[in-house]
Every structure is written in structure tokens, then in C-alpha cells.
């Protein structure tokens, strides 16, 4: 979308519809009805908004990786190569290839790290690193420092079989940015879903930040997208989250993030797993939520997502649906009480 930096000759308006199912929680009682309707303002110009997230660094400040000594192999190990780059400049730039390391990496503030495609340009560690093999102790692969203003774009994370392991920490200031990535492991059926990693994207105690253009197959992980005990604005767009033993996306004790165009996806192993888990929320927003079940699950399972004790939580446009005979029997459970059992609702607006 091109948006004019100068004064446009023809009048500007604000077009706003809202149209469909709408269906209201509050307390347990719920009310439904169909509506439509549409809000047409005239606006005054603005010129081209600032963004709401770091840019990307100028290429002429870059370093390449490969001149710290990084080999991109999958066999040396990388890890000073990267603490030495970090250490010394801002934004650092990794070709591809299969950087190893065997310890985390903890970046600045201000550390910009841009890989050149997000699935030939891996972060990888080896199964049973020292370290990150006991889930009662986790640690993190990759860290994100608390209020940092970080660029992390263009790369894929693979933690090998590590209980222990969170792939990224994220404690970012809300203009803090992670886009264009990719989490391994994927897989059907019995490839030790769950079992293997502790978090894939773990937001928690003041991070927030803008997540963008993200896959998480990574089903080793206990989840796909966890954010806890944070306030700070989060937003998050064109996601998918997929595969997990028992949810996709958790959510308790967070407040102002906004979900734009969250997927989920239920395979086979992962018959019984729910799509979103919100617990002590409040001021939550989804737009266009996708709640998919593959067509070869032939069991069913009763809730695509639970709301606990949240306040003003609203999802205009949800959709839950499979080609086969099994999608999700309802679309949220309230409270471990109220059912919202419609799958094609136009907006649903949660007070517990």
C-alpha cells in the first residue's frame, strides 16, 4: 500500500465494517446476534507514520560473520566467532550456512542480526549439549536483553534434542523486532512431540516487540508462542504455529498485544492439543484468527482455544475449520464453564 508523504489533492476517509456473528461473554451469560455495520469519516491528512519497530540497520554498517572466523558448517564450533562480533559491532550479517554453537548467545541492546534466508541460514546446536539438557534448568539459545532494541530477521533456529532448550528468550523494549524465521523440528505422528524442548519463542516479564512472518513447526517444544507476566505492547503478524503436543499458543498474565492473522494446526500426534491458552489476561486483541485441524484426524476434540479470567478479550473473525470430518467441536471454552460453540463467528468479545 502506498501511502502519500504529501498532501493528497482529493479528500480522505475512514471506512470501518464490522458485519457478522456477534457473540458476547460477559460473566458467563452470553448474548448473540447478527449484524452489519458500516462507519464512513472524513480524515484529516497524515503524512507516511514512523514505524513501529526498529528498521533494518543500513547495509553499508554491516559485518559479515564469516570474518570473525565463523565457519557455517554444522561442525566447528561458532560460538566465539559470534560473541566476538556481538561484542564489537551492531549489525551483523550471516550468509548461509549451519553456524553451530554450544553455549547461548546473549545479544546487546542494540545487536542487529540479519541472516541472508530463513531456512539455508540456521543458528543449530547438537542434542545433549551441557547445558540445555534438563528441563528443570532451561536455557536459552538465543537472548534477547531486557527493553533491547533488536532486529533479529532471516534466520532459522534448530536446538537439536535438548529438554532444556528455549530457542529464543525475548525481553525486548516494544519497537524490538523478530521477522522472516523458521523453527525446525516438523514432523507427523510419534517424533517425540513435546519432549524435547522447553519453549520455541519465549516472551515473559516486560518483553514485548513486534513478531512478523513466522513458522513454528518446532513440535519438540512444550509450545510454539509463550508469553507471560508482561504488560508492554506486544503485536504479531502472519504467524503460524503448528504440531504441538498439547497447545500452540500461551498467553497468562499479559496485557495490550494485538494477534493479526494467527494460524494454527493440529496434525496427527497432535490430536488432542488446543490452539490458544489464555489465563489472567486482559486487553487482548485477535484479528482473523485460523484454527486448522488436518483432514486426517478422525478423532475429535472439544475446544479450539480456553479463556480463564480475562478481561476485554475480542477476536473479530474467527475461523475453525478442517477439510476433514474433525475440526475443533467448539470455538472457545470460557472459564471451564461457557461454551462459545459457533466456528465462523464475527466478533467475540470475552469478560470473564
Given at each position: 500500500?502506498?501511502?502519500p508523504?504529501?498532501?493528497?489533492?482529493?479528500?480522505?476517509?475512514?471506512?470501518?465494517?464490522?458485519?457478522?456473528?456477534?457473540?458476547q461473554?460477559?460473566?458467563?451469560?452470553?448474548s448473540?446476534?447478527?449484524?452489519?455495520?458500516?462507519?464512513?469519516?472524513p480524515?484529516?491528512?497524515?503524512?507516511?507514520?514512523?514505524?513501529?519497530?526498529?528498521?533494518?540497520?543500513?547495509q553499508?554498517?554491516?559485518?559479515?560473520?564469516?570474518?570473525?572466523?565463523?565457519?557455517?558448517?554444522?561442525?566447528?564450533?561458532?560460538?566465539?566467532?559470534?560473541?566476538?562480533?556481538v561484542a564489537?559491532?551492531?549489525?551483523?550479517?550471516?550468509?548461509?550456512?549451519?553456524?553451530?554453537?554450544t553455549?547461548?548467545?546473549?545479544?546487546?541492546?542494540?545487536?542487529?542480526?540479519?541472516?541472508l534466508?530463513?531456512?539455508?541460514?540456521?543458528?543449530?546446536?547438537?542434542?545433549?549439549?551441557?547445558?540445555?539438557?534438563?528441563?528443570?534448568?532451561?536455557?536459552s539459545?538465543?537472548?534477547?536483553?531486557?527493553?533491547?532494541?533488536?532486529?533479529?530477521?532471516?534466520?532459522s533456529?534448530?536446538?537439536?534434542?535438548?529438554p532444556?532448550?528455549?530457542?529464543v528468550?525475548?525481553?525486548g523494549?516494544?519497537?524490538?523486532?523478530l521477522?522472516?524465521?523458521?523453527?525446525?523440528?516438523?514432523?507427523?505422528?510419534?517424533?517425540?512431540?513435546?519432549?524435547?524442548?522447553?519453549?520455541?519463542?519465549?516472551?515473559?516479564?516486560?518483553?514485548?516487540?513486534?513478531?512478523?512472518?513466522?513458522?513454528?513447526?518446532?513440535?519438540?517444544?512444550?509450545?510454539g508462542?509463550?508469553?507471560?507476566?508482561?504488560?508492554?505492547?506486544?503485536?504479531?503478524?502472519?504467524?503460524?504455529v503448528?504440531?504441538?503436543?498439547?497447545v500452540?499458543?500461551?498467553?497468562?498474565?499479559?496485557a495490550?498485544?494485538?494477534?493479526?492473522?494467527?494460524?494454527?494446526?493440529?496434525?496427527?500426534?497432535s490430536?488432542?492439543?488446543?490452539?490458544?491458552?489464555?489465563?489472567?489476561?486482559?486487553?487482548?486483541?485477535?484479528?482473523?484468527l485460523?484454527q486448522?485441524?488436518?483432514?486426517a484426524?478422525?478423532?475429535?476434540?472439544?475446544?479450539?482455544?480456553?479463556?480463564?479470567?480475562?478481561?476485554?478479550?475480542?477476536?473479530?473473525?474467527?475461523?475453525v475449520?478442517?477439510?476433514?470430518?474433525?475440526?475443533f467441536?467448539?470455538?472457545?471454552?470460557?472459564?471451564?464453564?461457557?461454551?462459545?460453540?459457533d466456528?465462523?463467528?464475527?466478533?467475540?468479545?470475552i469478560?470473564?
Amino acid at each position: 500500500i502506498m501511502v502519500p508523504s504529501v498532501q493528497p489533492e482529493y479528500p480522505e476517509y475512514s471506512v470501518e465494517i464490522d458485519m457478522g456473528l456477534k457473540i458476547q461473554v460477559d460473566n458467563r451469560d452470553t448474548s448473540r446476534r447478527f449484524d452489519f455495520d458500516c462507519k464512513v469519516e472524513p480524515v484529516e491528512f497524515t503524512p507516511v507514520p514512523e514505524p513501529d519497530y526498529v528498521p533494518m540497520p543500513p547495509q553499508f554498517d554491516w559485518v559479515n560473520i564469516r570474518d570473525f572466523g565463523a565457519k557455517g558448517d554444522g561442525v566447528a564450533d561458532d560460538t566465539e566467532a559470534f560473541e566476538r562480533a556481538v561484542a564489537g559491532h551492531q549489525a551483523i550479517y550471516l550468509p548461509s550456512g549451519n553456524y553451530r554453537l554450544t553455549r547461548g548467545l546473549s545479544l546487546k541492546e542494540d545487536t542487529a542480526l540479519i541472516g541472508l534466508h530463513c531456512f539455508n541460514t540456521r543458528l543449530v546446536m547438537d542434542s545433549h549439549t551441557p547445558g540445555f539438557d534438563d528441563p528443570k534448568h532451561p536455557a536459552s539459545m538465543l537472548t534477547i536483553p531486557a527493553g533491547g532494541h533488536n532486529h533479529v530477521c532471516g534466520i532459522s533456529f534448530d536446538g537439536g534434542a535438548n529438554p532444556g532448550l528455549t530457542s529464543v528468550e525475548w525481553m525486548g523494549a516494544p519497537d524490538s523486532i523478530l521477522e522472516d524465521v523458521l523453527f525446525l523440528h516438523g514432523g507427523h505422528g510419534d517424533v517425540r512431540k513435546g519432549r524435547d524442548r522447553h519453549y520455541t519463542i519465549w516472551i515473559h516479564d516486560g518483553g514485548a516487540g513486534v513478531f512478523k512472518n513466522i513458522w513454528s513447526p518446532d513440535v519438540w517444544a512444550k509450545d510454539g508462542f509463550h508469553v507471560n507476566d508482561t504488560e508492554a505492547p506486544g503485536k504479531l503478524y502472519l504467524v503460524s504455529v503448528e504440531h504441538h503436543l498439547d497447545v500452540e499458543v500461551v498467553l497468562e498474565r499479559v496485557a495490550n498485544w494485538k494477534f493479526i492473522s494467527l494460524q494454527t494446526e493440529e496434525n496427527l500426534g497432535s490430536e488432542y492439543a488446543s490452539s490458544v491458552y489464555l489465563k489472567d489476561c486482559f486487553d487482548i486483541e485477535f484479528a482473523n484468527l485460523f484454527q486448522y485441524r488436518v483432514q486426517a484426524i478422525d478423532i475429535q476434540h472439544p475446544y479450539a482455544s480456553h479463556a480463564e479470567n480475562c478481561k476485554n478479550l475480542k477476536v473479530n473473525g474467527v475461523h475453525v475449520f478442517s477439510i476433514g470430518p474433525t475440526p475443533f467441536s467448539n470455538a472457545f471454552l470460557v472459564d471451564g464453564v461457557t461454551e462459545v460453540r459457533d466456528l465462523e463467528i464475527g466478533t467475540l468479545q470475552i469478560n470473564s
